[in-house]
């Protein structure tokens, strides 16, 4: 059987990323429609070779669309998914307009792939730093029970869209020629910096990214006990975040054991040789599916704690296939 599939979305960084991966994995599509704002329409984008037209993302979009693929910002989502569901689609939607609605599934497939059965028509695909996380936590959860997480993100540019990333790459290109560098999308001038403030601030100190973590951790592990605290970090990156996790547990995990269940664990490598000075980094995991862990060890400050570094490519993992991998729950 093959699909008719909508990406609304197209002309961005996780668009983009969506388009490749479908190619890569040979997704069985039927006909493609490309989505985006006004100023799109008339581009083309090539995929598998062919020429396709982006079209304006409007309410009549979805027609004879089975699945949607929603990468245009959550309020975007929040007026276009409901008319993609009643066109008959199934949305699968990565902003963050729906992940904590009740009746929406939340899904990672290696940890709640059964959750996304139950749904009305959307289901959410996490933020990408809690994705990456929560493939690693998952099977050391499933173990030791996880009580308490105390995360640092070390989040790239591209995870704030294409017009981000190339913003460090502009003020990168500036720098070398001794011109003026230019702030726009971030707070701050990115380049030879690092910004502690991932999207707004909420009322309790924390941004709404490391509030994300703790809500959506919860809901993805179905686990409303495991406490989660983050401090997200913008660094001068290009692709792929970084993450160094602690967790304390009911039951001890050696590091030796942790090594044993995420070797073990779907979507989940283990490069752990510090005697090599082999771990995992942006440079070596951009362009990778798995998300890759290393620096484990065992937590010299509480009994039952283990630290370690997660790295995966948020445009892939975090965002497009992860939400490819939710698609192909579905496709017979
Ligand atoms: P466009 O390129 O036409 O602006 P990113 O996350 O990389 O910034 O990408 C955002 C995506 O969302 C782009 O494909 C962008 O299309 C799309 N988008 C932004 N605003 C709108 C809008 N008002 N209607 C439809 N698509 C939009
Ligand atoms: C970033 N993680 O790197 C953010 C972007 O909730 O989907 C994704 C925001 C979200 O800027």
Redesign the pocket.
């Known amino acids: 059987e093959k699909y008719n599939v909508a990406i ?8 983009e990323t969506f388009l490749q991966i479908l190619e890569e994995r040979n997704f069985p599509i039927n006909e493609l429609r490309l ?3 006004a ?2 329409v008339g581009k083309t984008i090539k995929f598998k070779g062919e020429d396709y037209k982006v079209q304006e ?1 409007t309410h009549d979009s979805f027609k004879g669309i089975d699945i949607a693929l929603f ?3 959550a309020s ?1 989502s929040l007026e276009f998914a409901p008319s993609a569901v009643k066109a008959g689609a199934l949305v699968i939607d990565n902003s963050s307009a729906f992940r904590m609605e009740k009746d929406i599934p939340l899904v990672v497939p290696e940890v709640n792939a059964a959750a996304a059965f139950d749904n009305n028509g959307i289901i959410a695909n996490p933020n990408c730093t809690t994705i990456i996380m929560v493939v690693a936590l998952k099977p050391l959860h499933d173990y030791g029970k996880i009580k308490r997480v105390v995360v640092s993100s070390y989040q790239s540019s591209s995870g704030a ?3 981000a990333m190339e913003e460090l790459l502009a003020q990168t290109r500036a720098w070398a020629k001794g011109e003026p560098i230019k702030v726009e999308k971030f707070q701050h001038q990115l380049l030879f910096n690092v910004i502690p403030h991932i999207d707004k601030f909420t009322e309790n100190g924390y941004t709404k990214e490391e509030m994300k973590m703790f809500n959506e951790t919860r809901k993805i592990m179905g686990d409303d006990t495991i406490k989660v605290t983050a401090t997200c970090v913008r660094v001068p990156v290009i692709s792929a975040h970084s993450e160094a996790v602690t967790i304390e547990t009911e039951k001890k995990i050696t590091a030796e054991k942790a090594r044993e269940l995420l070797s073990k664990a779907p979507g989940v490598q283990v490069l752990d040789n510090p005697e090599k000075n082999e771990y995992p980094m942006p440079l070596f995991v951009a362009g990778k599916d798995d998300c890759y862990v290393g620096r484990i060890r065992e937590d010299i400050t509480c009994d039952n704690g283990l630290t370690f570094w997660v790295v995966g490519d948020q445009l892939r993992k975090g965002a497009a296939l992860n939400a490819i991998q939710i698609a192909e729950l579905f496709i017979k």
């Open positions: 609304a979305g197209a002309t961005g960084a996780v668009g989505l985006a704002s100023r799109s993302l990468s245009a910002g975007r869209g294409a017009q």
